[in-house]
T-cell receptor, first 114, second 113 residues
Framework: DSGVTQTPKHLITATGQRVTLRCSPRSGDLSVYWYQQSLDQGLQFLIQYYNGEERAKGNILERFSAQQFPDLHSELNLSSLELGDSALYFC?????????????FGEGSRLTVL | AQSVTQPDIHITVSEGASLELRCNYSYGATPYLFWYVQSPGQGLQLLLKYFSGDTLVQGIKGFEAEFKRSQSSFNLRKPSVHWSDAAEYFCAVAPSGGFKTIFGAGTRLFVKA
């Protein structure tokens, strides 16, 4: 158990819809990362937050947004969903800013868009 | 831009045989280097990491990796593979002092009896 909790574990929705994925980081970790894993794109970095502020952005679509709340949990919002958004979305957390350390991954949220 | 290349999409080894998974990275300075393992239906778990110092690092589950600056490589090795090692292995790189860990495409390991 990594200590990172993601909900929901599975989600099935239709094209054009909007979903929210939630992540609770490991106790004490200030950084939260979001990754998308699909068969054709591999594990893609989406975005990172540190203590409520956006710190780094990767290949995140404009239809996607994220935020980190004062209690440090994070949400990834996916809107106007397309078939190609079907993927496993991982949240990871880590301890200290300025030190690239170990990422602790949740078990992922599997999104299926029909 | 930083990048990670894992040239082998999948590898099959016999149980008890040795294993080497290849990883090459592209980065201006010496980055932080990692190997993660992902079992089916699970998140990723860190096997080992290299920040500085001894270029041969030991990890969990009997894995080790060697950093070779001249070759920009960080290959993962295990002297004797067990059936439970069947999983997908990811090499990753992160810039020292910061963010945005980048992962390779992964190598899926199959273990045959």
């Amino acid at each position: 158990d990594s200590g990172v909790t993601q909900t929901p574990k599975h989600l099935i929705t239709a094209t054009g819809q909007r979903v929210t994925l939630r992540c609770s980081p490991r106790s004490g970790d200030l950084s939260v990362y979001w990754y998308q894993q699909s068969l054709d794109q591999g594990l893609q970095f989406l975005i990172q937050y540190y203590n409520g502020e956006e710190r780094a952005k990767g290949n995140i679509l404009e239809r996607f947004s994220a935020q980190q709340f004062p209690d440090l949990h994070s949400e990834l919002n996916l809107s106007s969903l397309e078939l190609g958004d079907s993927a496993l979305y991982f949240c990871a957390s880590s301890g200290k800013e300025g030190e690239a350390g170990e990422l602790f991954f949740g078990e992922g949220s599997r999104l299926t868009v029909l | 831009a930083q990048s990670v290349t894992q040239p082998d999409i999948h590898i099959t080894v016999s149980e008890g045989a040795s294993l080497e998974l290849r990883c090459n990275y592209s980065y201006g300075a010496t980055p932080y280097l990692f190997w993660y393992v992902q079992s089916p239906g699970q998140g990723l778990q860190l096997l080992l990491k290299y920040f500085s110092g001894d270029t041969l690092v030991q990890g969990i589950k009997g894995f080790e990796a060697e950093f070779k600056r001249s070759q920009s490589s960080f290959n993962l090795r295990k002297p004797s593979v067990h059936w439970s090692d069947a999983a997908e292995y990811f090499c990753a790189v992160a810039p020292s002092g910061g963010f945005k860990t980048i992962f390779g495409a992964g190598t899926r390991l199959f273990v045959k009896a």
